[in-house]
């Protein structure tokens, strides 16, 4: 699947302009991966004019509100603590700051690959204080809930979670709830999938006549998903389908669902641009509490705001395009962001930017 | 952030696997894989393996295309 196959593009798209009904159809793909497919690949460009394709929130880094990022600088400031973050986390500004900009005034702020790593850090650094930010959603929880299984056998007691993971079902109906967008179909996210299989997303055509497909992350794929859901829109039965199947089966990864809630249990989450979503975060679980690193360490921060003029949670919830934003390009850039959505390699803002035409 | 590649098993040790992409190795945790086998083909995110992948499926053999094609 890596070489990209003109013969088969070209075939889909002549299917995806004989089967687009008429009127407008929009279908939002969650994950910032398939953004970035969408965006690189010319995507948008090959459908019918009245597709339209746009992004939910499908980036762990942007949907992390600024309260959750100014607890996380409150945590590295701590006494001899080390604060370990995925990469993509620690240029996001809370209400004053980045993670960064904790690192450039003394804070030790350490970039990760995997949770295993803040585990070694903590091994070889047993006078220190180890804290792990631990954002993403149901494909990154179950390794974070395997290191603290670890930590719990190696009794390794420096190291703590500082837990922000969420889950993606619950903010599709969320989201459809709110009801400011028309979605007429979703492509749903295929390694989030490969953890939760199927069935958690068959609430989407059951209970709000909504289809959705399980999409890989090769243009080819996107738009094989884009076009069974314009097969569904005009006049198919409305249900979801596995495009992924490849790596996603229906069940999911039974292993890593049960490490993820031996370990963690659903709680209310904030999202930055959606607000409170009932049962849509984790959270560590009373037999594991002393890795939690709320709970070893009494840190709480006082009302964060989002950065002033910041449409980051319009563009989370598909509201409006990033180039609609009156910061975007102009005082909101890749090098200088304003909004998570710019920095993170998967946001939308920083997609756009990137691809966008030279004016 | 779910973003995730494809690498083949190398050795196998306890729950850690070697990998190789690239060109080069890695240590990846397959804990949460416990039928990998040496020489399959998995799928890791952030390291560790989420999932196996079926090198041989094409995308026209699958069943979605031949929905999608109509021609079921």
């Known amino acids: 699947m890596s070489k990209v196959n003109l013969e088969r593009i070209n075939k889909l798209r002549d299917r995806i302009c004989a089967i687009t009904p008429q009127g407008s159809v929009v279908l939002m793909e969650v994950c910032g991966t398939h953004t970035a497919t969408i965006a690189r690949s010319g995507i948008r460009q090959m459908l019918p004019k009245n597709v339209r394709l746009i992004s939910g929130p499908g980036c762990p880094v942007c949907v992390t509100s600024a309260a959750d990022i100014d607890l996380a600088i409150e945590f590295s400031k701590l006494p001899g603590a080390i604060l370990t973050s995925f990469g993509d986390m620690i240029r996001v500004p809370g209400a004053s700051a980045s993670l960064s900009q904790a690192r450039a005034r003394g804070s030790d702020v350490r970039v990760v690959y995997s949770v295993y790593d803040a585990l070694s850090i903590a091994e070889a650094n047993p006078q220190k204080q180890v804290v792990f930010e631990s954002v993403g959603f149901e494909t990154t929880a179950p390794s974070v809930a395997d290191a603290i299984m670890e930590a719990k056998a190696r009794r390794l007691d420096n190291f703590s979670v500082l837990c922000m993971n969420k889950t993606v079902p619950e903010a599709l109906r969320a989201l459809l709830d709110m009801g400011e967008v028309k979605i007429d179909g979703f492509i749903l996210p295929g390694h989030v999938s490969a953890i939760i299989g199927m069935k958690p997303y068959e609430f989407l055509p059951a209970e709000y006549g909504i289809g959705g497909v399980i999409s890989g992350f090769e243009a080819e794929d996107v738009l094989l998903s884009v076009a069974a859901l314009l097969k569904q829109v005009s006049g198919g039965v409305k249900k979801i389908e596995n495009q992924y199947s490849r790596v996603v089966k229906y069940e999911g990864n039974k292993a890593a669902v049960a490490a993820m809630y031996e370990v963690f249990e659903p709680c209310d989450a904030f999202w930055r641009g959606i607000g409170l979503i009932p049962g849509s975060g984790l959270r560590i679980k009373y037999a594991y509490c002393e890795y939690d690193a709320q709970k070893r360490f009494d840190i709480k921060v006082s009302d964060s705001k989002e950065p002033p003029g910041c449409r980051c949670g319009d563009v989370l919830r598909g509201v409006i395009e990033p180039g609609e934003c009156p910061l975007f390009g102009r005082a909101c850039t890749p090098d200088n962001p304003v909004g998570p959505c710019m920095v993170s390699s998967e946001g939308s803002c920083g997609i756009w930017y990137k691809e966008r035409k030279p004016a | ?72």
Not at chain 2, 30 to 51: E, K, N
């Open chain 2, 1 to 72: 952030m779910c973003l995730a590649v494809p690498a083949k098993v190398e050795s196998i040790e306890g729950k850690t696997a070697v990998i190789e992409f690239g060109g080069g190795k890695r240590a990846i945790s397959i804990a949460m894989l416990p039928d990998c086998q040496i020489g399959d083909y998995v799928i890791v995110h952030a390291g560790y393996a989420i999932s196996k992948m079926d090198e041989e499926e094409a995308l026209e053999e699958i069943e979605l295309w031949k929905e999608v094609m109509d021609n079921i």
